[in-house]
């Protein structure tokens, strides 16, 4: 990422959830009617006439075709992290969100109204977030703000110094990161995450190795690249699937979940992500500690 700016990435994913909420109420995949708040005037200028249909299928279908899977299989991985939280947030009073970037979740979802959110994020993003926070009028006392880089590590001083518990049971969540991680800092994080009490419970997303080796083999991966390249935000660790369990056993975590874009797709988007090819190198896991 490029000094001294925010994440171009995280904005890129607030403006596909945006895109999705100009959709009918009881059409959308993913319900997130803060995210255009959270975006640049350049995108702001494209969904304010997402409300009308013709305009928001156009720029959604030029979206799709230049990058292929990209945001059908952000906005499913988004709707799956949701349920997922819902489901395991009574085993853990207090949530970490890691890179949280312009995520929402700390507002928008009402099972964390009552609970302590942690956001952990590169203080150039933070501050932006932060900012923009502000002109919402949205309560940033609703989180305590972690600034840090994962690849400079101190994640565990940083947290201490925030007042965070490691004895409460703990949520995680770990969205779009990994893949821009050394391994290093990946081992790192994933060894701090498993010194939280038992019954702590990971989310994260991560890229299928073998992408990086060969991008030829997925549909769009090459443009994605590119794109990423392009923001100073390159892909640059992935883990293979099939040893996935292994790699978080020998780091003190249990796979609990492990599933690939195109099956979580499917689960939210039906027959219609039948049309859909790209980005089938992208996964979410569930792991507990």
């Known amino acids: 990422m490029r000094s001294g700016r925010a994440s171009k990435t995280a904005e890129h994913n607030a403006l596909f959830r945006a895109l ?19 975006l640049s005037w350049r995108f702001k200028l494209v969904t304010a006439p997402a409300r009308w249909r013709v305009w928001r299928d156009a720029v959604t279908t030029f979206i799709d075709r230049r990058w292929p899977g990209v945001r059908p299989t952000v906005l499913a991985r988004t709707r799956l992290i949701d349920e997922t939280i819902a489901e395991v947030l009574d085993k853990a009073p ?16 009402p099972a964390l109204a009552e609970t302590t959110v942690f956001e952990v994020d590169h ?15 949205l309560d940033p006392a609703r989180v305590r703000f972690i600034p840090t880089d994962f690849n400079l590590g101190h994640l565990d001083i940083a947290m201490a110094d925030a007042s965070f518990d490691p004895t409460i049971p703990t949520l ?9 991680l050394s391994a290093e800092a990946v081992d790192a994080t994933l060894r701090w ?3 939280a009490a038992a019954g702590s419970q990971l989310i994260f997303t991560y890229i299928n190795e ?6 030829g083999q997925y549909v769009g991966a090459e443009r994605v690249f590119s794109t990423v390249e392009r923001a100073d935000e390159p892909m640059t660790f992935g883990l293979a699937p099939d040893t996935l369990a292994q790699y978080l056993a020998e780091r003190g975590l249990q796979l609990v979940m492990d599933v690939g874009a195109a099956s979580f797709r499917q689960q939210f988007f039906g027959l219609a992500s039948q049309a859909t090819h790209g980005h089938e190198f992208y996964r979410v896991a569930h792991a507990r500690i």
Do not use: M
């Open 210 to 215: 073998d992408v990086l080796i060969d991008p």
């Open 172 to 180: 995680f969540l770990w969205e779009g990161t990994t893949n821009y």
């Open 94 to 109: 207090q949530v970490v969100i890691l890179g949280a970037g312009l995520d929402t979740r700390a507002w928008r979802l």
């Open 20 to 38: 999705e909420a100009r959709r009918p109420e009881d059409d959308r995949g993913v319900n997130d009617l803060l995210a255009e708040g959270f």
């Open 193 to 195: 995450c498993a010194r």
């Open 123 to 137: 203080p150039d993003t933070q501050r932006r977030k932060q900012s923009l926070l502000h002109r919402r009028h």
